[in-house]
């Protein structure tokens, strides 16, 4: 956990900071507004996030653990048990309280993880039960509630096999945590590239902000892109550092896109990026769909933004079928008209059987032949 300590040190002072090479950050060009957003983020993204992860190993280790004894005799008082069920459980609490925080439900204060899996829900349409809804609690919180009241009760000995499978509930949990870091490091290298953001000419503080912000969300991810794939993390680490010259969207995108299996996370986990003003995806981030999966989510809001378009066409159609049939009832009333007969009730649905399905349209060539134009 020192290298989020240390990415916040340098932030505070406006200096240097370096990981053996991997995920250096060089803040003494950075003004106060860019640095101070790398503190807040920093202070949360890589080092309450890893507190989270060491307090659910605490657990794990503990749950099980062999009673101690106490004295020489072999009686059952001399051996001390609960020790390690409490501090098991302390553990695990401490692990659920470092994710949610104590500010939680009180509107525009939180700022821990919860929190932050909540925001990025919305911005990439992964909230609700099926993770496909742009308002409601997040599909990752409630997964990861889930998870963590399950391995209370393992814990507390209520669950099915105690606690031998806490360590399933504590790699879950740790593999949905990484959800909302892909999210923000996505959503700020939409931003930083010039060629798919949708705002232009910011100024420097804002270029700045949005720099610190990607280049932490990109900070807490790393190490583990770098164990699935160290010359990708290299790549996304380019594209997202402080200072990057250039960042390219399509490539952080497909970047994460093909180590998803390995970080443990799925393209409908993610999501795509929302516009606001449209409820639809931006384009270029749309989520991708996995292989032999159908990402309803995505198809549906993909279409959303071509519908308009589908129903204008449907309704051309519609209206030259209608005006076709008109031609042919009064082509049809003419005729019945010259011939001396009485006029058809066309309201009459038996009409059309008596009076048969095809109208006689003159052809192209002047001839009266039968026309298949006007079938009725």
Known sequence: ??????????????????????????????????RADAVKKGTVFLNVFLYVLR???????????????????????????????AEAAGAWDRAVALYVGSLEGKEDESQFLYQLAETRCQN??????????????????????KEFTEGQQRLSGKGNGHCERVENHMSRIWKLMAV?????????????????????????????????????FAAAILPRLWACNPDDAEVLYG??????????????????????????????????????????????AMPCVETGTSNLNASTRSQSGSGKTAGIVFG??????????AL????????????????????????????GARVTMPSIDGTDEDNELCML
């Open 316 to 325: 051309a159609i519609i209206g030259a079928v209608v005006a076709l049939m």
């Open 124 to 145: 990439f349409g992964t909230c609700g039960w099926e993770g496909k809804d742009l308002t409601g609690t997040s599909n990752v919180n409630l997964r990861i509630m």
């Open 1 to 34: 956990m020192a290298y989020g300590h240390r990415w916040v040190e340098a932030a505070l002072k406006g200096t240097e900071v370096k990981h053996l090479g991997r995920g250096d950050a060089d803040f003494r060009g950075m003004s106060y507004h860019g």
């Open 55 to 85: 307090n659910m190993r605490l657990a794990v280790s503990e749950c099980g653990r062999p009673c101690e004894k106490v004295c020489d005799d072999d009686d059952d008082d001399c051996y001390l048990c609960d020790d390690a069920e």
């Open 180 to 216: 909302p870091m892909i999210q923000g490091t996505l959503r700020y290298a939409h931003k930083m590239d010039e060629k798919t953001t949708t705002e232009w000419d910011v100024s420097k503080e804002k270029a700045e902000k949005r720099n610190s912000e990607g280049a932490t």
């Open 239 to 284: 594209n997202m550092r402080i200072g990057a010259v250039h960042t390219d969207f399509k490539t952080v995108k497909s970047i994460f896109e093909a180590n998803y299996e390995c970080l443990g996370v799925t393209c409908v986990d993610v999501g795509g990026i929302i516009a606001p003003d449209t409820s639809d995806y931006f384009k270029w």
């Open 328 to 355: 042919c009832f009064f082509y049809k009333r003419t005729q019945v008209m010259k011939s001396g007969k009485e006029t058809p009730d066309m309201g009459n649905p038996d009409v059309f059987a008596s009076e």
